[in-house]
């Protein structure tokens, strides 16, 4: 993958910049909050090389990029700059339904710690092993070392969720540090369970917020009104330090008094509730996350459970939600695997092949589940299959957690000797076995070879016409960074003086975008051709274009593509200059012959010389 191309190919498709809220990453997803999602181009996304695909839930707009999810993310801060001043920016928060705003809240505040929960979670969890077969004593100072830094994060976890809930609410982190440093100052945890405590003469009972989750969220969102209103109704002489001094003072003890109590006894609820179900009817709580886990993922709404694991680890000290979902990952995994042995398609065996890795070893499973087992149908049902079955089998075997982890086979550590250890390899041996036989046995419709046509093994050099009447000129001139940079390919600029686009040579169209601003081709020896009519105006929705064309069509030289009315579009106030790129340039890496000035359709344009000839040309 081409970091920078599909970086830019995926700021560009969600509207660029200036649409985006936020941005934060997960293991496989891009997580935007887009100011207004009708500007994104969801099929242009999509046809971004690296991107799996593109999901809308919980408020956000999720880009699935895969294992090189942060390498992508690292590009996009590279060419972009989000933020800037945080007053006001509450207002282009989403407004959706309450439960896409919550869902939205939870994964903003989560994802910047999750890989820190789940990686001193692991080493927890290891660590549990070790003493359970004997291979550490618990009374050394070596075990003593490696358990506070294993159990430190999530002992002190709404430090961290104080900072993440602060950038999210607009709330200053400092302030919100302080805050989240008093719930869990040594002295007040010496007073939990104590009794007769008054603050002022007002009564309370002092609760532990150790690992807590729902205090220190809903101080923060308290705390963030709270500053705005002293910071306008404060002299500005003062403001900077009275309106941190007046937050403490107000909100620590509001926890202690009310919200604490208050989360407490609902988490305490909601934590026995979840108890009672695995100790009641386990089979049915253990059939429901195992089935339904990678359904959830689907539409990312597992973000909503996340809060579950941590507020049933701080009532109970153990996590028996965690058990089934291994069974739901490692059923995924292992249908994938199925159709890796399967397969005659060898592209679908090279994309089954690293999908079936990740998913056992991390855990990572949207690679095969958009990849693969989803758009196959067949092998993603016979995955929700065994994760109802393995899932039941290992909640009915009382089996938890004792560490926050993202189940995957390595973190298989944070199981052991908590429960049946009978059950959970029954379990998993059932929510592997069953996916696996069912999709190697039963099997899947196969697509064909030529599905998705590959280049060429040897590509030749290609003459790109003209598609427009107008004036050349040189790319890096085009106003918008992605283009000018080339991130997404190397060619040229036509600046039109007509408002008709034609085929610049034999091609099958790749991708004709409905709002008609961009078109995609493909040569039969395995040139891919981008022409994006102008800049920004997919944020048009198709006004002013008439597609002749469709996905699939094949087309020769000198058809006509689209239609367009320049006039009315540079009215609308956008830049006409389009873009010619070539955006496979491993195959085409080079550009010759190329035309400047003044050009009609038809005349050559440019010739891609292929990486067969380019040495030669070199």
């Given at each position: 993958m081409d970091y920078s191309k599909t970086a830019a190919g995926v700021l560009q498709g969600v509207g660029g910049e200036e649409n985006v809220r936020s941005l934060v990453h997960c293991a496989t997803r891009l997580r935007f909050v887009?100011?207004?999602?009708?500007?994104?181009?969801?099929?242009?996304?999509?046809?971004?090389?690296?991107?799996?695909?593109?999901?809308?839930?919980?408020g956000q707009y999720q880009v699935v990029i895969g294992n090189d999810v942060p390498d992508v993310f690292a590009e996009i801060g590279k060419i972009s700059n989000f933020g800037g001043s945080a007053d006001g920016a509450a207002d282009d928060a989403p407004k959706g339904n309450l439960f896409n705003r919550f869902i939205s809240m939870i994964s903003s505040i989560f994802t910047p710690v999750l890989w820190a929960l789940a990686g001193?979670?692991?080493?927890?969890?290891?660590?549990?092993?070790?003493?359970?077969?004997?291979?550490?004593?618990?009374?050394?100072?070596?075990?003593?070392?490696?358990?506070?830094?294993?159990?430190?994060?999530?002992?002190?976890?709404?430090?961290?969720?104080?900072?993440?809930?602060?950038?999210?609410?607009?709330?200053?982190?400092?302030?919100?540090?302080?805050?989240?440093?008093?719930l869990v100052y040594p002295t007040m945890a010496g007073l939990v369970g104590q009794p007769d405590l008054t603050f002022f003469g007002i009564p309370f009972t002092m609760v532990s917020?150790?690992?807590?989750?729902?205090?220190?969220?809903?101080?923060?969102?308290?705390?963030?009104?709270?500053?705005?209103?002293?910071?306008?109704?404060?002299?500005?002489?003062v403001r900077r330090f009275v309106t941190p001094m007046l937050v403490v003072?107000?909100?620590?003890?509001?926890?202690?008094?009310?919200?604490?109590?208050?989360?407490?006894?609902?988490?305490?609820?909601?934590?026995?509730?979840?108890?009672?179900?695995?100790?009641?009817?386990?089979?049915?709580?253990?059939?429901?996350?195992?089935?339904?886990?990678?359904?959830?993922?689907?539409?990312?709404?597992?973000?909503?459970?996340?809060?579950?694991?941590?507020?049933?680890?701080?009532?109970?000290?153990?996590?028996?939600?965690?058990?089934?979902?291994?069974?739901?990952?490692?059923?995924?995994?292992?249908?994938?695997?199925?159709?890796?042995?399967?397969?005659?398609?060898?592209?679908?065996?090279?994309?089954?092949?690293?999908?079936?890795?990740?998913?056992?070893?991390?855990?990572?499973?949207?690679?095969?589940?958009?990849?693969?087992?989803?758009?196959?149908?067949?092998?993603?049902?016979?995955?929700?299959?065994?994760?109802?079955?393995?899932?039941?089998?290992?909640?009915?075997?009382?089996?938890?957690?004792?560490?926050?982890?993202?189940?995957?086979?390595?973190?298989?550590?944070?199981?052991?000797?908590?429960?049946?250890?009978?059950?959970l390899a029954l379990g998993l041996a059932v929510a592997i076995a069953v996916p696996f036989l069912l999709t190697v046995i039963i099997g899947f419709v196969e697509p064909t070879e030529d599905a998705a046509p590959a280049p060429a093994a040897a590509a030749t050099d290609l003459v790109v016409y003209s598609p427009l009447d107008g004036t050349v000129v040189a790319l890096s001139e085009t106003p918008d960074a992605a283009f000018a940079a080339g991130a997404l390919g190397d060619g040229v600029a036509i600046q039109p003086r007509s408002g008709a686009l034609y085929a610049p040579f034999?091609?099958?169209?790749?991708?004709?975008?409905?709002?008609?601003?961009?078109?995609?081709?493909?040569?039969?020896?395995?040139?891919?051709?981008?022409?994006?009519?102008?800049?920004?105006?997919?944020?048009?929705?198709?006004?002013?274009?008439?597609?002749?064309?469709t996905t699939g069509q094949e087309v020769k030289a000198g058809d006509l593509l689209v239609e367009f009315d320049a006039d009315a579009i540079a009215a609308a106030g956008y830049d006409l200059t389009t873009p010619i790129v070539v955006t496979n340039g491993e195959l085409y890496p080079a550009l010759a012959d190329v035309q400047t000035g003044p050009v009609a359709h038809g005349e050559p344009l440019f010739t891609a010389v292929s990486i067969e000839s380019a040495p030669v040309s070199a």
């Open positions: 887009l100011k207004d999602e009708a500007k994104a181009d969801s099929a242009a996304v999509k046809a971004v090389p690296g991107v799996v695909t593109v999901a809308q839930a919980g001193t979670g692991l080493l927890k969890a290891f660590l549990a092993a070790a003493v359970t077969f004997g291979w550490i004593a618990t009374d050394n100072s070596t075990y003593a070392v490696l358990n506070a830094l294993s159990d430190a994060f999530i002992n002190f976890l709404p430090i961290a969720l104080s900072i993440t809930a602060a950038r999210y609410f607009k709330a200053n982190e400092w302030t919100s540090l302080a805050i989240a440093g008093a917020y150790v690992s807590s989750v729902i205090p220190i969220i809903v101080v923060v969102w308290l705390q963030s009104h709270a500053e705005k209103f002293l910071y306008a109704k404060l002299p500005g002489a003072l107000v909100a620590v003890p509001l926890v202690f008094v009310v919200i604490g109590p208050i989360s407490d006894l609902l988490g305490g609820a909601l934590g026995n509730g979840i108890g009672w179900v695995f100790e009641n009817a386990p089979w049915a709580g253990g059939a429901i996350m195992g089935g339904f886990w990678q359904v959830f993922v689907i539409f990312g709404l597992h973000w909503g459970l996340v809060p579950l694991f941590t507020l049933e680890f701080q009532t109970t000290g153990q996590i028996s939600l965690v058990g089934p979902v291994f069974a739901a990952v490692l059923a995924q995994a292992a249908a994938v695997a199925g159709v890796w042995v399967r397969a005659r398609n060898k592209n679908l065996k090279s994309l089954a092949a690293p999908a079936t890795l990740s998913g056992f070893l991390a855990g990572i499973t949207e690679p095969a589940i958009y990849g693969i087992n989803l758009p196959l149908k067949r092998p993603f049902a016979f995955g929700i299959v065994g994760g109802v079955i393995g899932g039941a089998i290992i909640a009915l075997g009382g089996v938890f957690s004792t560490a926050f982890v993202v189940p995957s086979g390595l973190a298989l550590p944070a199981l052991l000797g908590n429960g049946n250890m009978l059950m034999d091609a099958t169209i790749a991708a004709a975008f409905p709002t008609g601003h961009a078109i995609g081709l493909r040569h039969a020896d395995g040139a891919e051709v981008l022409i994006h009519i102008g800049i920004d105006t997919v944020k048009l929705g198709g006004t002013h274009f008439d597609v002749k064309v």
